[in-house]
């Protein structure tokens, strides 16, 4: 089921499938949100949890059995239980059952909230551990946006925007989708702004592992339209399109993909966070149209 918020100048709507955005627009009905096309990418926003990116070989080893989860674990796929609805406001929680164990087998909620407020829409993912154990994952979102927005020129006419000069490099991603960090190649230096092309995507996804901003924008470098996105408490920034596709996702993670040489160790991934018996994680992101 699909449910709206709005402010007095934005509307968004979330589907419980997921707990995923799938619209995000401003007071001129103007669509922000990338609305999903089959031939590039079905999806629009969907949330990252228990894991970020690939396994290797799809397979990780938990305690001593061995479990299978697909990119991005499985709480995109899950349907939420709305637990809390305002005019500008929404949350939806997902609890771990029996299905969930058979890929993930830690007692958890997972509570997911949307409060939208003037043009800025922050979205909370707050970890609870109901297990017995100490429970590792990590978690992340995955939002796309339209470029160009409607009536804005092309997809080269816009750039990325850090808060801060930046010198990074972006690991490799191979053709299963592993990270691997041994081979990076530069893309920043001393710089703050990287102008998109459709090729900046090939092989796939850049990858910052800690920045030292904050926040980054996809923007028009004209017209100055396009979106704002606050990612702290995220170590990791995804950035991401494919083909000719007209959207570019903006991705915080708090961890990311297994590398080719990956341990098999779920806890051992690269970024994981862990929670005691009864411990809770809160991390909060914020979208500003712009």
């Given amino acids: 089921m699909k449910w709206k918020i709005t402010s007095k100048s934005c509307q968004a709507c979330v589907d419980s499938l997921g707990a ?3 619209s ?32 290797r070989g799809g397979k990780t080893r ?17 349907e939420f239980r709305l637990i809390m609805q305002e005019e500008n406001a929404l949350s939806f929680v997902l609890c771990s059952d029996s299905l969930t164990k058979e890929q993930y087998p830690f007692d958890f909620c997972l509570t997911t909230s949307y409060r ?8 909370s993912l707050e970890v609870e551990n109901q297990d017995s154990t100490v429970m590792p994952f990590a978690l992340g979102g995955h939002p796309g946006f339209c470029v160009p927005l409607e009536n804005d020129g092309s997809f080269e ?10 010198t990074a490099s972006c690991p490799l991603v191979t053709e299963e989708g592993l990270i691997d960090f041994t081979k990076c190649s530069p893309v920043l230096v001393e710089e703050n702004t990287i102008p998109l092309r459709h090729d900046l995507f090939v092989p796939d996804a850049l990858v ?3 920045l030292k901003s904050r926040r980054v924008a996809l923007k028009n470098r004209m017209t100055g339209r396009g979106v704002q996105l606050d990612f702290d408490g995220f170590p990791y920034l995804g950035i991401w399109s494919t083909g000719d596709a007209s959207f570019v996702a903006l991705e915080p993670w708090t961890g990311c993909a297994d590398s080719p040489d990956s341990s098999g160790e779920f806890a051992e991934k690269r970024g994981m966070r862990f929670l005691l018996p009864a411990e809770k ?7 500003t149209m712009l």
């Fill in 62 to 78: 938990i305690g001593a059995r061995e479990y299978t989860m697909g990119c991005h674990g499985f709480a995109k796929e899950k």
């Fill in 208 to 210: 910052f592992e800690n």
């Fill in 24 to 55: 995000l627009q401003n007071a001129d009905g103007i669509q922000y949100l990338w609305q999903g096309d089959p031939r590039y990418w079905a999806e629009q926003s969907p949330l990252l949890f228990p894991m970020v990116g690939r396994l």
């Fill in 20 to 22: 995923q955005l799938v």
């Fill in 116 to 123: 939208l407020e003037g043009a800025r829409l922050s979205v």
């Fill in 157 to 166: 006419d816009y750039e990325i925007e850090f808060e801060k000069k930046e």
């Fill in 281 to 287: 994680a809160k991390y909060t992101y914020q979208i």
